[in-house]
């Protein structure tokens, strides 16, 4: 037997989900209907090069190098619970 934990959501933070998710999903370039980059696509690598900045500023290459890579690791995770 499986327990669900079931827990209200509030409904301003449902809201203001649904409203960000419509915002960032919108296309911003489209090359012959085969590639497409979006509003989120651009928040996720601008969100790359910070944290790897700032990796590579408290502790160097290799810190950046692991920065990097948790990075990816915690996007791929985000986007697979999705």
């Not at 296309?27 to 910070?50: C, N």
Request: aromatic share 14%; glycine share 8%.
């Amino acid at each position: 037997m499986v327990a669900i934990m079931q827990m209200k959501i509030p409904r301003i933070i449902s809201r203001a989900s649904a409203a960000f998710g419509d915002w960032a999903n919108v296309s911003i370039w489209t090359q012959s209907g085969r590639r497409e980059v979006r509003r989120i696509d651009v928040l996720i690598a601008i969100g790359f090069v910070a944290c790897t900045s700032y990796y590579y500023w408290s502790g160097g290459w290799l810190s950046a190098l692991q920065g990097a890579g948790m990075y990816v690791f915690v996007v791929m995770v985000a986007l697979w619970v999705l």
